[in-house]
Nanobody, 122 residues
Framework: QVQLVESGGGSVQAGGSLRLSCAASGYTASTHCMGWFRQAPGKEREGVAYIYPLGYTSYAGSLQGRFTISKDNAKNTLYLQINSLKPEDTAMYYC????????????????WGQGTQVTVSS
């Protein structure tokens, strides 16, 4: 059974940093697309960053530069480093995974975590 558990969210002031983690079990990260998504109150969920089985990364255009996605295949753990946080980054952040079958930024994701809240104050 696939399970994804996020951690690392919290309340920070603008300009601060956070590192989100997603511990995965039940599958092998090296054969799956993995991604971070976020959903702010009243808004649709949006993709933030994606990482391919061999480590290639892709970001939502407006977020590249402040967000860094990475993974540790040995630990089956996904990370999202967020720097220079802004109030508009406030959202529930979700990690997701799906068997690799094409562009990781375009496919539908089968498995989702429960989310971790990030709140940024000005």
């Amino acid at each position: 059974q696939v399970q994804l558990v996020e951690s690392g969210g919290g309340s920070v002031q603008a300009g601060g940093s956070l590192r989100l983690s997603c511990a995965a079990s039940g599958y092998t990260a090296s054969t799956h697309c993995m991604g971070w998504f976020r959903q702010a109150p009243g808004k649709e969920r949006e993709g933030v960053a994606y990482i391919y089985p061999l480590g290639y990364t892709s970001y939502a255009g407006s977020l590249q530069g402040r967000f860094t996605i990475s993974k540790d295949n040995a630990k089956n753990t996904l990370y999202l480093q967020i720097n220079s946080l802004k109030p508009e980054d406030t959202a529930m952040y979700y990690c997701a995974a799906t068997p690799w079958r094409g562009e990781c930024r375009l496919v539908n994701y089968n498995y989702w975590g429960q989310g971790t809240q990030v709140t940024v104050s000005s």
